[in-house]
């Protein structure tokens, strides 16, 4: 079965530091990997996937991750941090079988960028 | 960019009644949405698949009697809770794909979520 493993509960950055949060997934086949933040009482925002191709991707806001097939990582990153940056972060692996797919979300890392 | 909603964003319902949460794919269609639970501080809990023109498929542990999916249309999924007790009280949230060859590469679009409070 697919997982996803964020073992930060919550990250702690200066504004302007680069920033990074961590996942690890375990699945049986290919990985589809999706990185999503929320805001407070709001529902998720795509920020960037991994299908296939370079291993490091580019999304929204000036995030990025890097895919790392021997150590099953997808982390994101951020050169350097701003405060609007604070959210909710979620790694997700797509669970692809028969018939139909569902995506499966890590615990969630929240983020604090201090200014 | 695909939108999806969610109705009514906020409800509050006393114990032993029923409620229902709409999720409406504005911009785009799609044969497959996903409803999800989030408690506080955790993360989302796929509870069913929500399949247009069939039945939904309920993940294990998921009561399928208290929580009745309706995928009406390409665009419309409707999740009822019924007979809410304090415990159903959590975050709402649906997602959906655009129906197109390549869903498995596409990303999920989410509601906005919907907070059902339980008295």
């Known amino acids: 079965a697919q997982s996803v493993a964020q073992p930060e509960d919550q990250v702690n950055v200066a504004e302007g530091n680069p920033l990074t949060v961590k996942c690890t997934y375990s699945v049986s086949g290919n990985p589809y990997l999706f990185w999503y933040v929320q805001y407070p009482n709001r529902g998720l925002q795509f920020l960037l996937k991994?299908?296939?191709?370079?291993?490091l991707v580019k999304g929204s806001y000036g995030f990025e991750a890097e895919f790392n097939k021997s150590q099953t990582s997808f982390h994101l990153k951020k050169p350097s941090a701003l405060v609007s940056d604070s959210a909710l972060y979620f790694c997700a692996v797509r669970d692809v079988g028969t018939g139909g797919f569902k995506t499966i979300f890590g615990a969630g890392t929240r983020l604090f960028v201090k200014a | 960019g695909a939108v999806v909603s969610q109705h009514p964003s906020r409800v509050i319902c006393k114990s032993g009644t029923s409620v229902k949460i709409e999720c409406r794919s504005l911009?785009?269609?799609?044969?497959?949405m996903f409803w999800y639970r989030q408690f506080p501080k955790k993360s989302l809990m796929l509870m069913a698949t929500?399949?247009?023109?069939?039945?939904?498929?309920?993940e294990q542990g998921v009561e399928k009697d208290k929580f009745l999916i309706n995928h009406a249309s390409l665009t419309l999924s409707t999740l009822t809770v019924t007979s809410a007790h304090p415990e159903d009280s959590s975050f709402y949230i649906c997602?959906?794909?655009?129906?197109?060859?390549?869903?498995?590469?596409?990303?999920?679009?989410f509601g906005p979520g919907t907070r059902l409070t339980v008295l």
């Open positions: 997602s959906a794909s655009p129906v197109l060859a390549g869903d498995l590469y596409n990303e999920q679009f």
């Open positions: 911009d785009f269609q799609a044969t497959t």
């Open positions: 991994y299908i296939t191709g370079d291993n």
């Open positions: 929500s399949n247009e023109g069939s039945k939904a498929t309920y």
